[in-house]
């Protein structure tokens, strides 16, 4: 997946600036737009085919909930851009899946890029989606890659008007949708923790090359989850700060509750590093502790019996005169003497606790 | 019990915010409820079981301390919210028993919520506990998870009438909370320290594989301890800067105090993860000594006897023509060869500072 | 080509300032002078071989484009410091080719030095080479080491008038020319990252000690890398806030989106740098663990022939009096003693997981 | 000692805040307190044993040195506490010698809390004593945990007047403490410095286990020294920058060359750890060859006898049909391919660099 | 050498501050005075002896240009301070060549140390020397341990007239010196990162124990290279920002081109650490592939050589009754089973990539 999306940004190269290209994954399927508006009082949800049809909601005083899923269609995604009055290298951030989480003030909208990340429950990748919110007066624009039910909850509570989200404006409505982001972020990283106990009782036990490459892959996964994580810290925190017209002061409250959460967020990702280092420690030494036993192991029968190979061996040697060979209790006293080397051998090895 | 906990953090997922969850470990036992109410002259203590009865205190000019165990029962807690106005939010934090120190400046009241830190005496986990703190302006409320015998010597002191907490403010009682809490702290920072100074003996005594072990996991519990202390510093400092209305400029002497105490504690914190890392550089050398030591033994007992075997098995060979054999000294001089051979490698052993 | 740089830099020593020495790679060829004069209708290109014959452009209202491919005339490069009023010390910084990334605000231009990066597509190794732009009103020179392609795209775009360029001033054409740098960087640390990938298989597979000498020059690529995109993220960012007066305010935004990219770029860089360490612990991982197979392979030999050895060479000796030697059985009695050795020792092995 | 110290702490646990109590090495010895009054033409030095004995100087527009060894005497600091009106939350940062360096700022003093170090000229340990200095108009109070020499050259200097010590103010005199503190950590990192050669030596000749075991202790010192000094920094700034009314403008020219040598001494601190870290390399690196150096012994002995071994083990055999071992020159030729094969395996080990 | 200075230091403890003492190498050379003067018109060089002779030439307003070759004779430089009413502390620091790089802004001078720095050829031990530069309105006073002919180019251009420097002030002057000061630390730098290359062709190819005390001694070097050069940006950059009376709005350009230069310098400085810490990853790669080496030879010779001793081990035994021994093919059918096994062997390895 990164490799297709990455040769994708050599597309770009010598373009002309706004120049609409989608970088990201090649798909095919429709892209669907659903719009929601909504007052104290009235709903309406529907799915349109046409960027036109949802012209008319723009123009009420009702909150209004665009939702564009899938981004791979760039002349719907001009026309949008044309009706809002967006800059070109605007539409080319929202096109391009791979960009940084950042906030563009304008003149009429405010646009938030913001990065949901997923963990796969088998390979621990990380996977990361772009979701740009568009906010205006009365409206909330969201373009995402893939439709995803993070979205579901906020709109069941619109629907049954559950808390204030009836109540209250567009603003509050891209706090819920930022929220649900950030939710996410913390429930994925706290997976990621649960997995890092289930790899150190592995690495104590088996540490195999296979358990180091996880560990390896668990690293680079941690570093994305950063990458992505970081910036969306200072994107929340200039929504909790700044004093933007599309965002009403008793709202604020509810941003600075985020960037909280992002604050913790960022503080699990740093700890998680820090365990992730301590963690390939302790694999090292597991291998040389494997390494010690399999040394102790051929030192211990080496030790052993390379000397009493050697006493066998004074005894066959073929002199012609070698008294001892004569004696009658000879053969048993070289039992004897064997005997005896082993079991102050064996003393030698406990005393320095190799066995 | 982190696992737990971080369970729990997905069963809020998707509902509207200021939605009331305990966020904690499960628990069945009765909340309760203590309230203190005093001045100079007058001090009454009771125990009780409805919110509703601390309510006649919260009107009189006395100081009013109300001390609540257990923040399992959301509806006690919601109801101490409505009565105070808190936002729904910020009543989440403090049910969220996972929730990062912070400090909330509200109209008319401040919340400080921080943790309690416990270092197990026998494995040295480190388990928080969160206490909440909420200053009006007669009024202290404190929630906590636990009923912990931290508190008992403030309570003392107030009923004893010992120092000047008597003829002081409720600004003055949550200094001498805070205070009780940061001194735990370094208390709880010297015993994981001592607890390293055993560690360093071990680890260069009998660097086993569980003393790796040992560090690994004192080095996550300092990591732990760390994540839980170094916000507190930004909430005290935040308490000795600004200028709050409930905080009397005389008292915020005394936070400045704290705010000593906490920045000694990350002091220490920080060189407890330093030596840590010696301490590891320590163990891994001593695992690779004892490899030395194993080796040394093998290539001694190997390198002297080898020689001495092929030796012997020379004379062992069956040729017919072999005149040594017939030699009536060759026996004795095959023997006077091999210790000659073995003394000059003890020589060699010993000029190399092997034994 | 490095080395032969670092020479040079010595030449300059004892030279008063401004004294103008060209640093950087002999060269003989010749340097090539073009010049693109362009409005909203018209365009001239015309390469030319003297600098006055430039001259009579700059003096329209048009956009001037000079475009200057070898910086080792020095006389030139006088020249065109002479017409445009430059400090000996800038025509000196233009000259040394090794000069860090920079930005002059002058009187009546705007100089900026940035590199351009390129990855050798063999060995990896990065090859930087020097642009000087020299932003004047409605001028813009370009100074660069070799004639690159790079600008190619810009070129046929005005000529065939793509986009906006022709209708915008020279403060555009720089954010034409910077944006294809910084565009060109993001290629290459994409095939950087990529060569990673690869790398990572070769190191688990094939442990040489080659690879580690490719992750080796691979981590000084990055390091070169870092070095010189550092500061260029600061003269962008310069270029976006400060208000000079030869860039419009409309076409800051530009800058703004190049000043993201190369924030991008620099995140990218730092985690490829963590990464290329996580690699090495894996090299050195696989390298340890290809020591343990060797071990085991020792091991298991000797430990299951060494006593084997010891027996047969007991009943080799000679003594007169062996009564197992007269037994009719002894032979094969010896045998199966030896089976039952061999036998128990791979359930030994196969119980420590070593085979 | 530092156990002692940290018991100590606990004593203080649940009182009230303010309470003295002494934390610190228990000590029987007496206190000492002496009273240096001067001015240009007179000076009085005094042993006394009670507080009040000074009290006269102090109302005198001399300047006043009152020097307290040992502050284990808690109802004496509480008087002179209560004389200078005094916090009691400073009276009880004086007794607590577990101090972090500080300055406070009061309405009628100034009270600066400083360790002054000493390497132990064997092990290495560094020891902190606690000093604290009090500055008001025309007095300086200095309380020291022991009586330190430190003082006399100062001493002496007032008494004999050499310099300009008895024509300045109380401002200088605190200078002059404060500059012989600093002194003290210059010379004695200088020392830790030259102890760090000596370890170099003996690391690359004689890396034993103990050798390790001094370099972790003295990254200890290292890290405690840092600890000490890096706090005090931060003090002396304060001195120098602000504008406390006891300092006068042409003294505070005196704090910032302290500064100046604290930063230095930082520097130096900083370095040595570096270097520190290094040498651990080098350690662990002399260990690896000294393994390298035994195992390459044990390879060529065993390689060069283990086929030997062989070969004479084959002419051992007891088949009735050998015809080798009827050949005349049979033994002989077993000698010559013998030699044969060791001198090739020397030259095989030579071309390895092993010999 | 270092050594020597530090043992100096101490002789200075307990002195009364601005006790002049000249800390450094001890040495008995005379000291040497060398004044310039010079206009556009006129110039005059002189040697000088005392120090009285200069002072006619201060009271000109040509530039005067004063330097001191060894700063050992105290008195001389204590006159000069008198001459000029420098402070006793600042006539310490310039005594002391053990300062640190600093900026003094009096009210009449200004007083800039620096250090020069010289890599031995040989051994690459980075020796400082300490420069400190006293700038009046027209005059340049400069103390140099040494006569280094680093000026001698300086002082040639002054005699020739080359350059704008005979037209320029005093400001100009100094600014050439401390540009020859940086230049050289480029200079030295570059030869440093020479040797590095060399260092990495050794490391790869003979890994010794000499190699890896190199690199340690090196990166002590680079430490110390930037303990002396990483004040130094501090101070050219104050040079370049402040507003000095004695500096001219037209020379601070020329700062601010060192200023440049010395960024450039530190950026260099942490590339070579960079580097040399990954220079040691390679080393100890480097041991390990060659213990590898040495380990997989004694295993393929023990692992071929073992099997087959035991196996004639086994026709050497002497019972009664061994078929084997009467066959006429026995002998023959061993070799056979020998060749066979060691065949075997050598498939394995292959496959192992052993051999």
Same mark, same amino acid.
């Given at each position: 997946l990164s490799k297709k999306k990455r040769r994708n940004h050599s597309h770009k190269r010598g373009l002309p600036p706004g120049s609409l290209v989608y970088v990201g994954k090649e798909r095919q399927d429709d892209?669907?737009?659903?719009?929601? %508006?909504y007052n104290k009082e009235h709903i309406e949800e529907r799915d349109i085919s046409k960027v036109q049809q949802c012209y008319p909601y723009l123009r009420t005083s009702n909150v209004t909930w665009i939702n564009i899923s899938g981004i791979h269609d760039v002349n719907l995604v001009e026309k949008i851009g044309e009706e809002f009055g967006l800059h070109p290298l605007l539409l080319e951030d929202i096109l391009n899946s791979d960009h940084r989480p950042k906030l563009s003030h304008l003149d009429q909208h405010l646009l938030v890029i913001l990065k949901r990340l997923y963990v796969h429950p088998d390979d621990f990748q990380v996977r990361d989606e772009q979701?740009?919110?568009?906010?205006?007066?009365?409206?909330?624009?969201? /373009?995402? #890659?893939?439709?995803?039910? !993070?979205? %579901?909850?906020?709109?069941?509570?619109?629907? @049954?008007?559950? +808390?204030?989200?009836?109540?209250? +404006?567009? !603003?509050?409505? =891209?706090?819920?949708?930022?929220?649900?982001?950030? !939710?996410?972020?913390?429930? @994925?990283?706290?997976r990621l923790n649960d997995h890092i106990e289930q790899l150190e009782e592995e690495v104590v036990?088996?540490?195999?090359?296979?358990?180091?490459?996880?560990?390896?892959?668990?690293?680079?996964?941690? *570093?994305?989850?950063?990458?992505?994580?970081?910036?969306?810290?200072? &994107?929340?925190?200039?929504? #909790?700060?700044? #004093?933007? #017209?599309? *965002?009403?002061?008793?709202?604020?409250?509810?941003?600075? %509750?985020i960037h909280e959460h992002i604050i913790q967020l960022n503080d699990m990702v740093e700890t998680t590093r820090g365990i992730m280092t301590s963690l390939l420690d302790v694999y090292f030494s597991s291998v040389s502790h494997r390494m010690n036993e399999i040394m102790k192991v051929l030192t211990i029968v080496s030790? &052993? /019996?390379?000397?009493?190979? /050697?006493? &066998? +061996?004074?005894?066959? =040697?073929?002199?012609?005169? =070698?008294?001892?060979l004569e004696w009658h209790w000879g053969y048993p006293m070289v039992w004897g003497v064997m005997i005896l080397l082993t079991s102050s051998m064996f003393i030698f090895f406990r005393k320095r606790k190799w066995i």
């Amino acid at each position: 997946l990164s490799k297709k999306k990455r040769r994708n940004h050599s597309h770009k190269r010598g373009l002309p600036p706004g120049s609409l290209v989608y970088v990201g994954k090649e798909r095919q399927d429709d892209v669907k737009i659903t719009v929601i %508006d909504y007052n104290k009082e009235h709903i309406e949800e529907r799915d349109i085919s046409k960027v036109q049809q949802c012209y008319p909601y723009l123009r009420t005083s009702n909150v209004t909930w665009i939702n564009i899923s899938g981004i791979h269609d760039v002349n719907l995604v001009e026309k949008i851009g044309e009706e809002f009055g967006l800059h070109p290298l605007l539409l080319e951030d929202i096109l391009n899946s791979d960009h940084r989480p950042k906030l563009s003030h304008l003149d009429q909208h405010l646009l938030v890029i913001l990065k949901r990340l997923y963990v796969h429950p088998d390979d621990f990748q990380v996977r990361d989606e772009q979701i740009s919110i568009l906010l205006g007066e009365n409206t909330v624009i969201t /373009f995402q #890659e893939n439709e995803a039910d !993070d979205f %579901d909850s906020i709109r069941s509570q619109i629907k @049954e008007s559950i +808390g204030d989200i009836r109540k209250l +404006g567009a !603003d509050f409505l =891209m706090y819920r949708i930022i929220d649900s982001i950030v !939710d996410r972020y913390l429930l @994925e990283i706290e997976r990621l923790n649960d997995h890092i106990e289930q790899l150190e009782e592995e690495v104590v036990l088996h540490p195999t090359q296979q358990i180091l490459h996880r560990i390896y892959i668990f690293k680079k996964q941690i *570093i994305r989850f950063r990458k992505n994580t970081w910036p969306a810290r200072e &994107v929340i925190h200039k929504l #909790e700060k700044n #004093e933007y #017209e599309f *965002i009403q002061p008793s709202t604020r409250f509810y941003y600075s %509750d985020i960037h909280e959460h992002i604050i913790q967020l960022n503080d699990m990702v740093e700890t998680t590093r820090g365990i992730m280092t301590s963690l390939l420690d302790v694999y090292f030494s597991s291998v040389s502790h494997r390494m010690n036993e399999i040394m102790k192991v051929l030192t211990i029968v080496s030790t &052993v /019996f390379i000397p009493l190979t /050697f006493i &066998v +061996g004074v005894y066959g =040697m073929n002199f012609a005169f =070698m008294p001892e060979l004569e004696w009658h209790w000879g053969y048993p006293m070289v039992w004897g003497v064997m005997i005896l080397l082993t079991s102050s051998m064996f003393i030698f090895f406990r005393k320095r606790k190799w066995i």
